[in-house]
């Protein structure tokens, strides 16, 4: 039992959001080719490998015990996911559902994977930078140290010996720090919550995680409306996999709809989703698109955020790739005073 919740917590990892999408997507296509849900499910598992076909054997043994496909998906996909399948399965437009899963999950990825991919190559050209400086150390700086000792350098020279002693014997302590910002950040962004929230969430950069969490709650909430889950449901189950901070909105829109609040944007007022989308949203209210419309919205919202993130990870990029110039023509300035100072 030890090993076997072992491989299930290791598959479970390893069933990240693309891997989601497509599995979804293939399990969409045979189905419209006319296989029926579970015999589409058994293709996945005879086709694939690895994860996917862990996951699918584990699917089909919950559908022969008498399981929904939906439920055999819960502690695989999202408690949203799973209530959107669920919602095509009662109202036999399953395909329909799944490829609205499918939307909801690759929305998310593209947000997500936007900001990292603007990153990745001045961070990468960083720790390039790190390891040339300590490449220098021993191919050149230790000989000019055999030579003349490093109290007589150039200022810079000296610096620059420190610092790649310092990555050379420190190295994982840059690392720790690294990882030290990332959470300290997360932590704030997930979990802070209560008045001092609303200063943090008008902080340039900070703020694009509100922008984010609304336009990702308009958008499955609009979902879960459209395939006829209550109001009331729907937010319970976007709060079951919700941070603390989409978590503390939602609990003060349930207060809010305990209050009586007829008009669902006014509901939604908690100060997460922006003013113009909420007087928007009041407008839309009361016609029988406003799912749609919250849906379209939503939408809408995170491809405005996208491209905040798009854009911040390319200043961030920038400014490492800025960062890396200086630190590159540091090097080089130190290398030739040094040298110069050995010439004469």
């Known amino acids: 039992m030890i090993i076997e919740t072992i491989i299930k917590k290791y598959n479970k990892l390893l069933f990240g959001r693309e891997k989601q999408i497509a599995f979804l997507e293939d399990i969409s296509a045979l189905i419209l080719d006319g296989i029926s849900a579970p015999q589409a499910i058994q293709a996945v598992r005879d086709i694939n490998k690895g994860v996917q076909k862990y996951i699918a054997k584990e699917m089909l043994s919950g559908i022969a015990e008498g ?29 329909k559902t799944i490829n609205a899963a499918i939307q909801d999950l690759s929305q998310q990825a593209s947000a997500v994977t936007s900001f990292f991919s603007s990153t990745a190559y001045p961070l990468v050209v960083f720790l390039l930078a790190m390891g040339v400086c300590i490449f220098l150390k021993h191919s050149v700086l230790n000989s000019f140290a055999a030579i003349k ?51 943090i969430d008008d902080i340039p950069f900070l703020s694009l995680y509100r922008s ?3 336009a990702n709650l308009m958008g499955t909430l609009g979902l879960l409306l459209l395939n006829g889950v209550p109001l009331k449901h729907a937010l319970g189950i976007i709060q079951r996999n919700a941070t603390k901070y989409v978590e503390w909105h939602i609990s003060m829109m349930n207060a809010l709809l305990s209050e009586g609040k007829e008009n669902i944007a006014d509901v939604l007022s908690t100060g997460m989703i922006q003013e113009e989308d ?11 698109g406003f799912p749609q419309a919250l849906l379209n919205l939503g939408g809408q919202a995170l491809k405005r955020n996208t491209k905040k993130l798009k854009i911040a990870g390319r200043l961030f990029g920038g400014m490492l790739l800025g960062i890396d110039m200086l630190i590159v023509m540091f090097m080089i300035f130190s290398v030739y005073g040094v040298g110069s100072t050995l010439a004469s």
Not at 68 to 91: A, D, Q, Y
């Open 149 to 199: 000792p490093i109290e007589m350098w150039p200022e810079n020279g000296q610096i620059l010996m420190a610092l790649a002693t310092f990555l050379e014997n420190w190295w994982w302590s840059l690392i720790l720090l690294i990882i030290g910002i990332i959470f300290f950040i997360n932590q704030i962004l997930t979990k802070v919550i209560g008045e001092i929230r609303y200063f």
């Open 212 to 214: 984010y969490s609304a």
């Open 278 to 288: 909420i007087m928007r949203l009041k407008m839309m209210a009361k016609g029988k």
């Open 67 to 95: 399981k929904r496909i939906s439920e055999s998906m819960e502690g695989w996909f999202s408690p949203t996911i799973v209530e959107i399948i669920k919602s095509g399965e009662e109202g036999g437009t399953l395909v």
